[in-house]
Protein backbone atom coordinates (compact mmCIF):
# COMPACT_ATOMS: atom_id res chain seq x y z
CA UNK A 1 0.00 0.00 0.00
CA UNK A 2 3.33 1.96 -1.04
CA UNK A 3 0.65 4.96 -2.88
CA UNK A 4 -1.62 5.10 -0.04
CA UNK A 5 -1.18 9.06 0.89
CA UNK A 6 -3.87 9.81 2.88
CA UNK A 7 -3.88 11.23 6.47
CA UNK A 8 -5.81 11.34 9.53
CA UNK A 9 -6.63 14.85 8.76
CA UNK A 10 -9.08 16.58 6.47
CA UNK A 11 -8.98 15.19 3.13
CA UNK A 12 -7.36 17.43 0.37
CA UNK A 13 -9.23 19.03 -1.89
CA UNK A 14 -8.46 17.84 -5.26
CA UNK A 15 -10.49 19.44 -8.14
CA UNK A 16 -10.37 20.90 -11.56
CA UNK A 17 -11.07 24.35 -10.97
CA UNK A 18 -13.38 25.22 -14.31
CA UNK A 19 -13.05 28.74 -13.84
CA UNK A 20 -9.89 29.32 -13.93
CA UNK A 21 -8.15 31.14 -16.67
CA UNK A 22 -5.86 27.85 -17.00
CA UNK A 23 -9.02 26.42 -18.47
CA UNK A 24 -8.62 25.10 -21.76
CA UNK A 25 -10.83 26.85 -24.63
CA UNK A 26 -12.84 24.90 -27.28
CA UNK A 27 -13.82 25.74 -30.29
CA UNK A 28 -17.25 26.15 -28.96
CA UNK A 29 -15.88 28.94 -27.09
CA UNK A 30 -14.42 31.06 -29.85
CA UNK A 31 -17.32 30.68 -31.60
CA UNK A 32 -18.95 33.16 -28.56
CA UNK A 33 -15.59 35.10 -29.49
CA UNK A 34 -14.12 35.56 -26.03
CA UNK A 35 -12.39 38.69 -24.78
CA UNK A 36 -9.11 38.16 -26.44
CA UNK A 37 -10.51 37.63 -30.05
CA UNK A 38 -12.66 40.31 -30.09
CA UNK A 39 -12.97 41.73 -33.53
CA UNK A 40 -11.28 44.79 -33.99
CA UNK A 41 -13.09 47.99 -33.99
CA UNK A 42 -14.51 49.84 -36.75
CA UNK A 43 -12.05 51.74 -38.25
CA UNK A 44 -13.87 55.14 -38.48
CA UNK A 45 -15.74 54.75 -34.96
CA UNK A 46 -15.12 53.10 -31.92
CA UNK A 47 -16.07 54.93 -28.35
CA UNK A 48 -16.35 51.38 -27.01
CA UNK A 49 -13.56 50.70 -24.97
CA UNK A 50 -12.37 46.99 -25.69
CA UNK A 51 -11.21 46.37 -22.51
CA UNK A 52 -14.22 47.56 -20.37
CA UNK A 53 -17.00 45.73 -22.08
CA UNK A 54 -17.49 42.35 -21.02
CA UNK A 55 -19.90 40.48 -23.81
CA UNK A 56 -21.47 41.72 -26.94
CA UNK A 57 -24.37 42.37 -24.94
CA UNK A 58 -22.85 45.12 -22.52
CA UNK A 59 -24.16 47.90 -25.06
CA UNK A 60 -27.62 47.39 -24.13
CA UNK A 61 -26.52 46.96 -20.71
CA UNK A 62 -24.96 50.61 -20.88
CA UNK A 63 -28.03 51.62 -21.59
CA UNK A 64 -29.92 50.35 -19.48
CA UNK A 65 -27.83 51.83 -16.81
CA UNK A 66 -27.75 55.62 -18.18
CA UNK A 67 -31.77 55.80 -18.50
CA UNK A 68 -32.33 54.43 -15.01
CA UNK A 69 -29.37 57.13 -13.54
CA UNK A 70 -31.26 59.01 -11.01
CA UNK A 71 -28.88 61.94 -10.95
CA UNK A 72 -29.39 62.49 -14.20
CA UNK A 73 -31.28 65.00 -15.49
CA UNK A 74 -34.92 65.08 -16.94
CA UNK A 75 -34.69 64.65 -20.61
CA UNK A 76 -37.04 64.84 -23.07
CA UNK A 77 -36.70 60.97 -24.00
CA UNK A 78 -37.76 59.80 -20.45
CA UNK A 79 -41.60 60.48 -21.78
CA UNK A 80 -40.55 58.40 -24.20
CA UNK A 81 -39.57 55.53 -22.11
CA UNK A 82 -41.08 55.63 -18.93
CA UNK A 83 -41.20 51.83 -18.63
CA UNK A 84 -38.37 49.58 -16.80
CA UNK A 85 -37.86 47.45 -19.84
CA UNK A 86 -35.38 48.65 -22.34
CA UNK A 87 -36.34 49.91 -25.35
CA UNK A 88 -34.18 51.04 -28.49
CA UNK A 89 -31.88 54.29 -27.70
CA UNK A 90 -32.54 57.20 -29.79
CA UNK A 91 -29.83 58.63 -31.39
CA UNK A 92 -29.51 61.55 -29.37
CA UNK A 93 -25.74 62.60 -28.28
CA UNK A 94 -26.86 63.29 -24.39
CA UNK A 95 -28.17 60.44 -23.55
CA UNK A 96 -26.02 57.85 -25.08
CA UNK A 97 -22.46 57.93 -24.61
CA UNK A 98 -21.50 55.36 -26.65
CA UNK A 99 -22.22 55.08 -30.87
CA UNK A 100 -24.45 52.28 -31.96
CA UNK A 101 -23.91 52.18 -35.47
CA UNK A 102 -21.05 49.97 -35.58
CA UNK A 103 -22.66 45.98 -35.94
CA UNK A 104 -19.94 43.86 -33.98
CA UNK A 105 -19.34 40.42 -36.03
CA UNK A 106 -17.04 37.98 -35.42
CA UNK A 107 -14.50 39.50 -37.78
CA UNK A 108 -11.89 36.90 -39.64
CA UNK A 109 -9.14 38.98 -39.30
CA UNK A 110 -9.55 38.52 -35.16
CA UNK A 111 -6.86 36.20 -35.12
CA UNK A 112 -4.03 38.16 -37.84
CA UNK A 113 -4.02 42.00 -37.12
CA UNK A 114 -3.12 43.43 -33.83
CA UNK A 115 -5.41 45.83 -32.12
CA UNK A 116 -5.06 49.09 -33.60
CA UNK A 117 -3.53 51.57 -31.65
CA UNK A 118 -1.34 53.13 -34.22
CA UNK A 119 -2.58 55.04 -37.90
CA UNK A 120 -0.09 52.46 -39.61
CA UNK A 121 -1.45 49.70 -38.24
CA UNK A 122 -5.09 50.90 -38.89
CA UNK A 123 -3.95 51.66 -42.70
CA UNK A 124 -3.14 47.71 -42.79
CA UNK A 125 -5.79 46.31 -41.14
CA UNK A 126 -7.62 48.60 -44.10
CA UNK A 127 -5.00 46.64 -46.63
CA UNK A 128 -6.66 43.36 -45.15
CA UNK A 129 -9.60 44.09 -45.00
CA UNK A 130 -9.75 45.10 -48.32
CA UNK A 131 -7.79 41.75 -49.05
CA UNK A 132 -10.86 39.75 -47.45
CA UNK A 133 -13.21 41.87 -49.74
CA UNK A 134 -11.24 40.81 -52.62
CA UNK A 135 -10.78 36.98 -51.66
CA UNK A 136 -13.72 36.44 -49.26
CA UNK A 137 -12.44 32.68 -48.82
CA UNK A 138 -9.96 33.62 -46.89
CA UNK A 139 -12.17 34.63 -44.21
CA UNK A 140 -13.38 31.33 -43.56
CA UNK A 141 -10.05 29.94 -41.75
CA UNK A 142 -10.94 32.66 -38.77
CA UNK A 143 -11.35 29.64 -36.43
CA UNK A 144 -7.44 28.70 -37.23
CA UNK A 145 -6.84 32.61 -36.99
CA UNK A 146 -8.50 32.69 -33.70
CA UNK A 147 -6.60 29.36 -32.23
CA UNK A 148 -3.21 30.45 -33.23
CA UNK A 149 -3.52 33.53 -31.30
CA UNK A 150 -4.79 31.72 -28.34
CA UNK A 151 -2.99 28.68 -28.12
CA UNK A 152 -0.27 28.78 -30.31
CA UNK A 153 1.52 31.97 -29.66
CA UNK A 154 4.87 30.31 -29.55
CA UNK A 155 4.51 29.97 -32.99
CA UNK A 156 6.22 33.11 -34.94
CA UNK A 157 4.26 35.41 -36.73
CA UNK A 158 5.94 34.34 -39.91
CA UNK A 159 6.21 31.10 -39.32
CA UNK A 160 3.90 27.79 -40.39
CA UNK A 161 3.74 24.21 -39.23
CA UNK A 162 3.17 21.66 -41.73
CA UNK A 163 2.57 18.28 -41.02
CA UNK A 164 2.04 15.36 -43.19
CA UNK A 165 2.82 12.45 -40.82
CA UNK A 166 0.29 13.16 -38.60
CA UNK A 167 2.27 15.28 -35.33
CA UNK A 168 -0.05 17.82 -33.91
CA UNK A 169 1.39 21.01 -31.74
CA UNK A 170 -0.02 20.71 -28.33
CA UNK A 171 -1.92 24.27 -27.49
CA UNK A 172 -0.39 25.56 -25.31
CA UNK A 173 -3.54 25.56 -22.26
CA UNK A 174 -3.10 21.64 -22.35
CA UNK A 175 0.03 22.38 -21.10
CA UNK A 176 -0.78 24.82 -18.59
CA UNK A 177 -4.11 22.92 -17.28
CA UNK A 178 -1.79 19.33 -16.70
CA UNK A 179 0.82 21.41 -15.13
CA UNK A 180 -1.45 22.53 -12.64
CA UNK A 181 -3.61 19.52 -12.32
CA UNK A 182 -0.36 17.45 -11.71
CA UNK A 183 1.16 19.78 -8.86
CA UNK A 184 -2.04 19.95 -7.22
CA UNK A 185 -3.01 15.96 -7.01
CA UNK A 186 -1.68 13.09 -5.40
CA UNK A 187 -1.99 10.28 -7.97
CA UNK A 188 -1.43 7.13 -6.90
CA UNK A 189 -1.13 3.22 -8.53
CA UNK A 190 -4.81 2.43 -9.81
CA UNK A 191 -4.18 -1.32 -8.74
CA UNK A 192 -3.87 -0.26 -4.99
CA UNK A 193 -7.06 -0.79 -4.37
CA UNK A 194 -10.01 -2.04 -6.80
CA UNK A 195 -10.78 0.48 -9.33
CA UNK A 196 -14.43 -1.20 -10.02
CA UNK A 197 -15.14 -0.55 -6.42
CA UNK A 198 -14.15 3.22 -6.71
CA UNK A 199 -16.44 3.41 -10.25
CA UNK A 200 -19.64 1.61 -8.28
CA UNK A 201 -18.99 4.19 -5.27
CA UNK A 202 -18.98 7.24 -7.19
CA UNK A 203 -22.18 5.89 -9.83
CA UNK A 204 -24.11 4.98 -6.37
CA UNK A 205 -22.72 8.95 -4.76
CA UNK A 206 -21.42 6.68 -1.70
CA UNK A 207 -17.88 7.34 -0.21
CA UNK A 208 -15.67 4.11 0.40
CA UNK A 209 -12.99 6.54 1.28
CA UNK A 210 -12.15 6.66 4.91
CA UNK B 1 -12.20 16.30 -20.82
CA UNK B 2 -11.30 18.77 -17.30
CA UNK B 3 -15.51 20.19 -17.79
CA UNK B 4 -16.17 16.73 -17.20
CA UNK B 5 -14.29 15.91 -14.07
CA UNK B 6 -17.00 15.31 -11.38
CA UNK B 7 -14.67 14.65 -8.72
CA UNK B 8 -15.62 13.99 -4.58
CA UNK B 9 -12.77 15.69 -2.64
CA UNK B 10 -12.32 13.18 -0.30
CA UNK B 11 -10.93 10.88 -3.83
CA UNK B 12 -7.11 10.62 -3.49
CA UNK B 13 -4.06 9.15 -4.48
CA UNK B 14 -5.22 5.32 -6.23
CA UNK B 15 -8.70 6.22 -6.07
CA UNK B 16 -8.37 9.70 -7.82
CA UNK B 17 -5.94 7.76 -10.45
CA UNK B 18 -8.72 5.15 -11.47
CA UNK B 19 -11.43 8.28 -11.18
CA UNK B 20 -9.29 10.10 -13.43
CA UNK B 21 -8.77 6.85 -15.59
CA UNK B 22 -12.70 5.83 -16.20
CA UNK B 23 -13.20 9.24 -17.49
CA UNK B 24 -10.31 9.44 -19.66
CA UNK B 25 -11.67 6.29 -20.87
CA UNK B 26 -15.41 7.50 -21.33
CA UNK B 27 -14.29 10.56 -22.78
CA UNK B 28 -12.21 8.16 -25.34
CA UNK B 29 -15.58 6.35 -26.24
CA UNK B 30 -17.66 9.35 -26.25
CA UNK B 31 -15.50 11.29 -28.87
CA UNK B 32 -15.47 8.27 -31.20
CA UNK B 33 -18.72 7.72 -30.51
CA UNK B 34 -18.33 4.20 -29.56
CA UNK B 35 -21.45 1.73 -29.17
CA UNK B 36 -22.25 0.92 -25.35
CA UNK B 37 -19.88 -2.14 -24.18
CA UNK B 38 -17.12 -1.00 -25.95
CA UNK B 39 -13.50 -1.17 -24.09
CA UNK B 40 -10.59 1.67 -24.13
CA UNK B 41 -7.22 -0.39 -23.89
CA UNK B 42 -4.34 2.38 -22.73
CA UNK B 43 -1.26 1.17 -24.84
CA UNK B 44 2.54 3.15 -25.45
CA UNK B 45 1.10 4.45 -28.91
CA UNK B 46 -0.97 3.13 -31.82
CA UNK B 47 1.81 0.30 -32.91
CA UNK B 48 1.51 -0.87 -29.35
CA UNK B 49 -2.38 -1.02 -30.11
CA UNK B 50 -2.33 -2.81 -33.08
CA UNK B 51 0.71 -5.34 -31.97
CA UNK B 52 -1.65 -6.40 -29.01
CA UNK B 53 -4.14 -7.45 -31.80
CA UNK B 54 -1.93 -8.72 -33.70
CA UNK B 55 -0.17 -11.20 -31.43
CA UNK B 56 -3.26 -12.60 -29.95
CA UNK B 57 -5.14 -13.17 -32.96
CA UNK B 58 -5.43 -16.97 -33.22
CA UNK B 59 -4.58 -16.65 -37.39
CA UNK B 60 -4.69 -20.24 -38.79
CA UNK B 61 -3.46 -21.68 -42.24
CA UNK B 62 -7.28 -21.84 -43.07
CA UNK B 63 -8.15 -18.05 -43.44
CA UNK B 64 -6.70 -15.48 -44.98
CA UNK B 65 -4.97 -12.14 -43.16
CA UNK B 66 -5.83 -8.93 -45.46
CA UNK B 67 -4.41 -5.66 -45.56
CA UNK B 68 -3.16 -2.86 -47.51
CA UNK B 69 -0.28 -1.91 -49.43
CA UNK B 70 -0.65 1.43 -48.59
CA UNK B 71 -0.66 0.52 -44.97
CA UNK B 72 2.22 1.71 -41.91
CA UNK B 73 4.79 -0.33 -41.24
CA UNK B 74 3.21 -1.43 -37.85
CA UNK B 75 0.26 -2.68 -40.00
CA UNK B 76 2.35 -4.52 -42.32
CA UNK B 77 4.42 -6.26 -39.18
CA UNK B 78 1.40 -7.82 -38.02
CA UNK B 79 1.99 -10.14 -41.31
CA UNK B 80 5.13 -11.67 -39.36
CA UNK B 81 2.50 -12.92 -36.78
CA UNK B 82 0.45 -14.21 -39.47
CA UNK B 83 2.89 -16.28 -41.18
CA UNK B 84 4.32 -17.59 -37.50
CA UNK B 85 0.50 -19.67 -37.95
CA UNK B 86 0.55 -20.04 -41.41
CA UNK B 87 -2.20 -17.83 -42.06
CA UNK B 88 -1.57 -16.71 -46.16
CA UNK B 89 -1.84 -12.91 -47.08
CA UNK B 90 -3.76 -11.23 -49.03
CA UNK B 91 -2.95 -7.43 -49.80
CA UNK B 92 -5.38 -4.99 -51.02
CA UNK B 93 -3.49 -3.40 -54.07
CA UNK B 94 -2.66 0.20 -54.39
CA UNK B 95 -3.62 2.93 -57.04
CA UNK B 96 -0.35 4.85 -58.39
CA UNK B 97 -1.53 7.68 -55.84
CA UNK B 98 -2.02 5.87 -53.01
CA UNK B 99 -4.75 4.00 -50.86
CA UNK B 100 -7.12 1.04 -51.84
CA UNK B 101 -8.20 -0.71 -55.08
CA UNK B 102 -11.06 -2.16 -53.39
CA UNK B 103 -11.82 -4.44 -56.03
CA UNK B 104 -8.63 -5.86 -56.98
CA UNK B 105 -6.09 -7.87 -55.16
CA UNK B 106 -4.01 -10.99 -55.00
CA UNK B 107 -2.87 -14.06 -52.83
CA UNK B 108 0.38 -13.02 -51.85
CA UNK B 109 2.61 -15.17 -49.74
CA UNK B 110 5.70 -13.84 -52.36
CA UNK B 111 7.84 -11.14 -52.47
CA UNK B 112 6.42 -7.75 -52.68
CA UNK B 113 7.98 -6.93 -56.12
CA UNK B 114 5.98 -9.82 -57.66
CA UNK B 115 3.06 -7.61 -56.98
CA UNK B 116 3.55 -5.06 -59.20
CA UNK B 117 3.17 -8.01 -62.55
CA UNK B 118 -0.47 -8.47 -60.68
CA UNK B 119 -1.71 -4.31 -60.15
CA UNK B 120 -3.44 -4.30 -63.42
CA UNK B 121 -5.44 -7.89 -62.53
CA UNK B 122 -9.28 -6.68 -62.68
CA UNK B 123 -11.37 -8.89 -60.37
CA UNK B 124 -15.28 -8.29 -60.63
CA UNK B 125 -17.48 -6.85 -58.14
CA UNK B 126 -19.14 -9.60 -57.28
CA UNK B 127 -15.74 -11.32 -56.67
CA UNK B 128 -14.28 -8.45 -54.47
CA UNK B 129 -11.01 -9.78 -52.79
CA UNK B 130 -12.97 -10.01 -49.27
CA UNK B 131 -15.31 -12.31 -50.82
CA UNK B 132 -12.41 -14.29 -52.71
CA UNK B 133 -10.94 -14.61 -49.17
CA UNK B 134 -13.80 -14.93 -46.74
CA UNK B 135 -13.37 -17.35 -44.08
CA UNK B 136 -15.01 -20.38 -43.44
CA UNK B 137 -17.83 -20.11 -41.27
CA UNK B 138 -16.56 -20.01 -37.29
CA UNK B 139 -12.60 -19.40 -38.68
CA UNK B 140 -10.85 -16.55 -37.23
CA UNK B 141 -9.87 -13.94 -40.04
CA UNK B 142 -8.33 -10.80 -39.90
CA UNK B 143 -8.95 -7.48 -42.04
CA UNK B 144 -6.76 -5.02 -41.41
CA UNK B 145 -6.92 -1.38 -42.71
CA UNK B 146 -5.25 1.90 -42.61
CA UNK B 147 -7.93 4.52 -42.00
CA UNK B 148 -5.05 7.66 -43.74
CA UNK B 149 -2.00 6.00 -45.16
CA UNK B 150 0.55 8.44 -44.05
CA UNK B 151 2.96 7.59 -46.97
CA UNK B 152 0.66 9.20 -49.35
CA UNK B 153 -2.02 10.70 -47.39
CA UNK B 154 -5.10 8.66 -48.90
CA UNK B 155 -8.01 8.04 -46.92
CA UNK B 156 -9.62 4.73 -48.43
CA UNK B 157 -13.49 4.07 -47.93
CA UNK B 158 -13.83 2.92 -44.76
CA UNK B 159 -17.47 1.22 -45.48
CA UNK B 160 -14.98 -1.44 -46.37
CA UNK B 161 -14.40 -2.79 -43.32
CA UNK B 162 -18.18 -2.99 -42.83
CA UNK B 163 -18.44 -5.23 -45.72
CA UNK B 164 -15.63 -7.07 -44.14
CA UNK B 165 -16.85 -7.55 -41.23
CA UNK B 166 -20.28 -9.01 -42.85
CA UNK B 167 -17.98 -11.42 -44.94
CA UNK B 168 -16.75 -12.96 -41.30
CA UNK B 169 -13.77 -10.87 -40.91
CA UNK B 170 -12.06 -9.15 -37.93
CA UNK B 171 -11.88 -5.99 -38.61
CA UNK B 172 -8.60 -3.74 -37.12
CA UNK B 173 -8.64 -0.03 -37.77
CA UNK B 174 -5.02 2.05 -37.85
CA UNK B 175 -6.59 5.29 -37.04
CA UNK B 176 -3.55 6.95 -36.26
CA UNK B 177 -3.39 9.34 -38.99
CA UNK B 178 -7.09 9.54 -39.70
CA UNK B 179 -7.98 10.18 -36.29
CA UNK B 180 -6.32 13.89 -35.91
CA UNK B 181 -8.08 14.77 -39.25
CA UNK B 182 -11.64 13.02 -39.14
CA UNK B 183 -14.13 12.41 -37.55
CA UNK B 184 -14.40 8.69 -36.62
CA UNK B 185 -17.72 7.57 -35.67
CA UNK B 186 -17.94 3.77 -34.66
CA UNK B 187 -21.59 3.44 -34.12
CA UNK B 188 -22.15 4.76 -37.48
CA UNK B 189 -19.00 2.67 -38.56
CA UNK B 190 -18.68 -0.52 -36.43
CA UNK B 191 -14.75 -1.54 -36.52
CA UNK B 192 -13.97 -4.37 -34.14
CA UNK B 193 -10.45 -2.61 -32.96
CA UNK B 194 -9.62 0.78 -33.67
CA UNK B 195 -5.74 1.35 -32.88
CA UNK B 196 -5.00 5.69 -32.19
CA UNK B 197 -2.00 7.37 -30.90
CA UNK B 198 -3.03 10.66 -28.18
CA UNK B 199 -0.47 12.79 -29.52
CA UNK B 200 -0.95 13.15 -32.88
CA UNK B 201 -4.74 14.34 -32.01
CA UNK B 202 -3.19 16.98 -29.91
CA UNK B 203 0.30 16.68 -29.49
CA UNK B 204 0.27 16.09 -25.43
CA UNK B 205 0.80 13.62 -23.92
CA UNK B 206 2.94 11.58 -25.86
CA UNK B 207 3.67 8.15 -25.02
CA UNK B 208 -0.12 6.92 -25.06
CA UNK B 209 -2.31 5.66 -26.96
CA UNK B 210 -5.54 3.60 -27.16
CA UNK B 211 -6.77 -0.28 -28.70
CA UNK B 212 -10.74 0.56 -28.72
CA UNK B 213 -12.45 -2.47 -29.10
CA UNK B 214 -15.98 -3.29 -30.04
CA UNK B 215 -18.52 -5.57 -27.53
CA UNK B 216 -17.66 -8.86 -27.39
CA UNK B 217 -13.79 -8.52 -29.24
CA UNK B 218 -11.97 -8.19 -25.72
CA UNK B 219 -13.73 -10.51 -24.16
CA UNK B 220 -12.48 -13.37 -26.89
CA UNK B 221 -8.94 -11.65 -27.60
CA UNK B 222 -7.97 -11.86 -23.96
CA UNK B 223 -7.93 -15.57 -24.11
CA UNK B 224 -6.13 -15.50 -27.07
CA UNK B 225 -3.12 -13.36 -25.31
CA UNK B 226 0.03 -15.04 -25.49
CA UNK B 227 1.51 -13.80 -22.68
CA UNK B 228 0.87 -12.34 -19.06
CA UNK B 229 2.22 -9.73 -16.77
CA UNK B 230 1.45 -7.63 -13.96
CA UNK B 231 -2.13 -7.28 -13.55
CA UNK B 232 -3.30 -8.40 -16.76
CA UNK B 233 -3.70 -11.47 -14.58
CA UNK B 234 -5.70 -12.10 -11.68
CA UNK B 235 -4.79 -16.41 -10.52
CA UNK B 236 -1.42 -17.84 -11.61
CA UNK B 237 -0.89 -20.77 -10.51
CA UNK B 238 2.70 -21.82 -9.65
CA UNK B 239 4.57 -23.98 -10.52
CA UNK B 240 1.46 -25.32 -13.41
CA UNK B 241 -0.43 -23.99 -16.38
CA UNK B 242 -3.29 -22.34 -14.74
CA UNK B 243 -3.81 -18.37 -15.17
CA UNK B 244 -6.77 -16.35 -14.66
CA UNK B 245 -6.84 -13.61 -16.56
CA UNK B 246 -8.15 -10.27 -15.53
CA UNK B 247 -11.76 -10.05 -15.50
CA UNK B 248 -12.08 -5.97 -16.92
CA UNK B 249 -11.15 -6.44 -20.18
CA UNK B 250 -8.94 -2.87 -20.23
CA UNK B 251 -7.16 -4.47 -17.59
CA UNK B 252 -6.46 -7.75 -18.96
CA UNK B 253 -4.12 -5.96 -21.69
CA UNK B 254 -2.86 -3.17 -20.14
CA UNK B 255 1.10 -4.04 -18.53
CA UNK B 256 1.57 -1.71 -15.77
CA UNK B 257 3.86 -2.11 -12.46
New interface residues.
Given amino acids: MG ?4 RPTA ?6 D ?1 SSAL ?2 RSLKRLKSAPHSLRPLRPLESASVSRSSSPSYNSLSEKHVVVERDPSRKPHLCDCLAPHDYWQPPLPTKTLLPVTVSAIYLPSPTAGLLPTPTSTQRTQSDAAYLRFLHDYPQYSSSWHVDALRRSEYTRLASDETYVD ?8 AS ?2 S ?2 AE ?1 LQS ?9 S ?2 S ?2 SS ?1 GCGR ?1 S ?1 P | MADDLILNHSIRSSKLSAALTATARAAVLSFFNAPPGSTVVFTANASAALKLVGEAFPFTPRAAFILPEDAHNSVHGIREFAKAKGAPLVYLSSPPRGGVRVREAFVSDIPFTAHIAHLDAHIPASQTLIDKHAPPAGTPALFAYTGQSNITNSKPPLPVLAHASDRGFTTLLDAAALAPTTPIDLTHTPVDAVAISFYKMFGFPTGIGALVLAPGIGAWLREKRPWFAGGTVEVVQVPGTVVGRAAAIDEAFEVSV
Avoid at chain 1, 164 to 171: D, E, Q, W
Avoid at chain 1, 185 to 193: F, I
Wanted: glycine share 8%; no cysteine.
Fill in positions: SNHSPTVVAITRPYMGGALYPLIVHFSVLGNTHSESRVLLRD
